[in-house]
């Protein structure tokens, strides 16, 4: 298969996220993370809470394909409590670049003291039209259950 090919393939939905404390936009375009938290964060007891979480979000389908109509943010805690988010988009862009092979739309979200009353998984999820789709999760652990616990494996 040549370049010119490779360029053109369907890409299928892409859905991704990562938590952090901070994000700031760069001048060209870019942006910084700061504070990245990597699957799971140690608390030492609860309830507990973030003073500050950021979510960097990123949705990418291919071009030329049916677009959403609809999207919309949602933060759901360990409890499955759903927090409010501001975000939603309609219609999303279509505009691209002339070279584009696919549509990209970026979110990022900042919350404020976001509680935290138990162990389980914080998870950012974004509504496509009315299909769910979980950008990132975040493991939610006490410092004396890691203890107890066994080493879990990482994957690269």
């Not at 939905?13 to 001048?27: A, Q, T």
Request: with cysteine; glycine share 6%.
């Amino acid at each position: 298969m040549t370049m010119g090919k490779l360029r053109r393939a369907r890409q299928p939905l892409y859905v991704h996220g990562v938590f952090c404390e901070s994000v700031r936009d760069e001048v060209q375009g870019s942006q910084t993370l700061v504070g990245v938290y990597r699957g799971q964060v140690v608390v030492d007891g609860f309830p507990g809470n973030f003073s500050q979480l950021s979510v960097s979000a990123w949705i990418r389908w291919p071009l030329g394909a049916d677009a959403p109509a609809r999207l919309r943010t949602v933060l759901v805690l360990p409890d499955g409590q759903e927090v409010p988010t501001d975000y939603q988009a309609t219609p999303l862009p279509t505009a691209v670049p002339e070279d584009a092979d696919s549509v990209e739309v970026a979110i990022v979200q900042v919350f404020a003291n976001v509680p935290v009353t138990r162990h389980g998984r914080l998870q950012f999820f974004i509504d496509l039209d009315d299909r769910r789709y979980r950008a990132v999760a975040l493991r939610i652990i006490e410092r004396e259950a890691q203890a107890a616990e066994p080493p879990r494996p990482t994957t690269a």
